[in-house]
């Protein structure tokens, strides 16, 4: 039992003599794990390090830290947004295609049903939110066609060429 004893007491003496010993080793060692995220951000971010020898000269040049660039997330910018975030995005550019096919059925609707009034009245409304010119314009040559050929108006053709003649510029 006696040896037992010493044998415990022996290997808690090395332990303790091992840590006293190199304890700085093992702060320095722990103060590294701790922070390695920001220590990592700041090595990424680092553009010069200048030293010299003469009259002792230490510099280091980073840039400014981004908080969306930052390793101490750990998460790229995509992973960042919740998926709910992104669900939310994908119905939204759904809806707005909806919307944008939604103002083509209501104008051929109302060109197919002798409506003219009503036809123009949802260009306008999509042209009122259309925020692409290109866009606006090919729709616009669009409802001009239909104008034409199907609500039977000339003046179409003059606003037709006017629009081809805007583009050619």
């Not at 080793?25 to 920001?38: D, H, V, Y």
């Not at 003469?54 to 998460?75: C, F, K, M, Q, Y």
């Not at 707005?96 to 083509?104: C, G, L, M, S, V």
């Amino acid at each position: 039992m006696a040896n037992q004893e010493s044998t415990v007491v022996e290997v808690i003496k090395i332990i303790t003599g091992f840590l006293s010993i190199n304890s700085w080793q093992i702060l320095i060692l722990s103060i590294l794990i701790i922070c390695r995220n920001p220590i990592a951000n700041f090595i990424g971010r680092i553009t010069n390090f200048s030293w010299k020898n003469g009259d002792s000269t230490i510099g280091v040049e980073a840039v400014h830290p981004n908080r969306s660039n930052t390793i101490d997330s750990g998460l790229d910018k995509a992973t960042e947004q919740p998926k709910k975030l992104v669900e939310d995005r994908e119905l939204l550019a759904k809806e707005e295609e909806a919307n944008n096919q939604n103002w083509f059925s209501k104008m051929y609707n109302a060109f197919k049903e002798g409506r003219i009034k009503d036809a123009e009245a949802a260009f306008k409304a999509y042209a009122l939110e259309e925020n692409e010119t290109v866009k606006l314009e090919e729709n616009k040559a669009m409802y001009l066609y239909f104008l034409y050929t199907t609500g039977k108006d000339n003046s179409a053709i003059n606003q037709l060429e006017s629009l081809l003649n805007t583009g050619n510029k």
